[in-house]
T-cell receptor, first 111, second 118 residues
Framework: DAGVIQSPRHEVTEMGQEVTLRCKPI?????LFWYRQTMMRGLELLIY????????DSGMPEDRFSAKMPNASFSTLKIQPSEPRDSAVYFC?????????FGPGTRLTVL | AQKVTQAQTEISVVEKEDVTLDCVYE???????LFWYKQPPSGELVFLIR??????QNEISGRYSWNFQKSTSSFNFTITASQVVDSAVYFC???????????????FGTGTRLQVTL
């Protein structure tokens, strides 16, 4: 069975550019989570969805960040405009309830 | 607010030694879940175990074992006869459990880097 799929795996962009990260959850999982990992702040939740509806977006840093889940098999995390402090590994995770299974992550570098 | 503390930043052991990774948590919830994840050098996060707050039985899976003690708010992880492939960062995490079958955000500890050498 395919796990959580994230694309791209690596993204290098320049400050001010728009960045879109993509996630395909495990089929049948009702929950989808976006986390960010940095050296300074560790692993922190950005937002999560249940049945495509955002439940908790309190971790979204600011208005530059937005996330959507148009259907059960796809989610995007968009940063516009990007800044160097957004450089991090962004993980998507999905869950059928309780346990979360993580994708391989997207390493974002903003120059 | 929930909090997870992994006081050991880095541990180095020689292969075949036993090693215990400590995890202490804080929560006001009466029902919650505890997790351990492994992050090998390749970077992915691999689920190892989940425990709910009503189940204090220790668990063993091969060389891995977990000790959950509600009285001390601890959920420690022991690797017996460590191997080089165990080298990774290990994260302890906590989530509330509103009701059975629901998921909620994970609060992670800062991780413990385990280095196993020959």
């Amino acid at each position: 069975d395919a796990g959580v799929i994230q694309s791209p795996r690596h993204e290098v962009t320049e400050m001010g550019q728009e960045v879109t990260l993509r996630c395909k959850p495990i089929s049948g999982h009702d929950y989808l989570f976006w986390y960010r990992q940095t050296m300074m702040r560790g692993l922190e939740l950005l937002i999560y969805f249940n049945n495509n509806v955002p439940i908790d977006d309190s971790g979204m840093p600011e208005d530059r960040f937005s996330a959507k889940m148009p259907n059960a098999s796809f989610s995007t995390l968009k940063i516009q405009p990007s800044e160097p402090r957004d450089s991090a590994v962004y993980f998507c995770a999905s869950s059928p309830g309780q346990t979360q299974y993580f994708g391989p992550g997207t390493r974002l570098t903003v120059l | 607010a929930q909090k997870v503390t992994q006081a050991q930043t880095e541990i180095s052991v020689v292969e075949k030694e036993d090693v215990t990774l400590d995890c202490v948590y804080e929560t006001r919830d009466t029902t919650y879940y505890l997790f351990w994840y492994k992050q090998p050098p390749s970077g992915e996060l691999v689920f190892l175990i989940r425990r709910n707050s009503f189940d204090e039985q220790n668990e063993i899976s091969g060389r891995y074992s977990w000790n959950f003690q509600k009285s001390t708010s601890s959920f420690n992880f022991t690797i017996t006869a460590s191997q080089v492939v165990d080298s990774a960062v290990y994260f302890c995490a906590l989530s509330e459990a509103k009701w059975t079958g629901t998921a909620s955000k994970l609060t992670f500890g800062t991780g413990t880097r385990l280095q196993v050498t020959l």
